[in-house]
């Protein structure tokens, strides 16, 4: 399975692919974690978007936003994997590509995510590390992690 891998801002993206984006983000964080919440929050207008396609289709994607937008440092936000390609190791593609591209692009700079709590381990191993107590996101059981 070979992914190609895109990174472009808010008005450098077609309107399909901005369809496609909304769309697998709606199936996964609304429908299928039975989460209703409005998904377009206002930050993808100032947001980098880092996405993955196979066959044209978008299949992975994050949002990558700038320090002072959620966080006082660059955040990563918005993963998802399109439950068609899941259990084949692209959500981990996908991080380590995006991590590399604020690297690229922003230097070594701190890194901060709204990570589920289930997930603590998973971005552990990407050099995530724990920096909040438990809290509620959309009624899901977040933490604040941090990749210096």
């Not at 992914?3 to 709606?26: D, G, P, V």
């Not at 994050?62 to 006082?72: E, H, K, N, Q, T």
Request: glycine share 8%.
């Amino acid at each position: 399975m070979k992914i190609s891998w895109h990174s472009k801002s808010f008005t450098e993206l077609t309107n399909n692919e901005l369809y496609e984006i909304l769309a697998l983000r709606t199936e996964v964080f609304v429908v299928e974690q039975n989460c209703p919440y409005q998904e377009c929050d206002g930050n993808d207008q100032v947001s980098i978007h880092f996405y993955g396609t196979l066959s044209n289709k978008v299949v992975a994607y994050v949002r990558i936003l700038p320090a002072g937008v959620s966080y006082d440092s660059l955040s990563i936000g918005r993963v998802v994997t399109s439950p068609s390609i899941r259990g084949k190791g692209i959500g981990h593609e996908l991080m380590a590509g995006a991590i590399n591209f604020c690297e690229q692009q922003f230097g070594r700079e701190k890194i901060t995510i709204s990570a589920q709590e289930h997930l603590e381990k998973y971005y552990g191993k990407l050099g995530f590390m724990k920096a909040s107590e438990m809290y509620l996101e959309d009624n899901i059981p977040h933490i604040k992690m941090i990749r210096p």
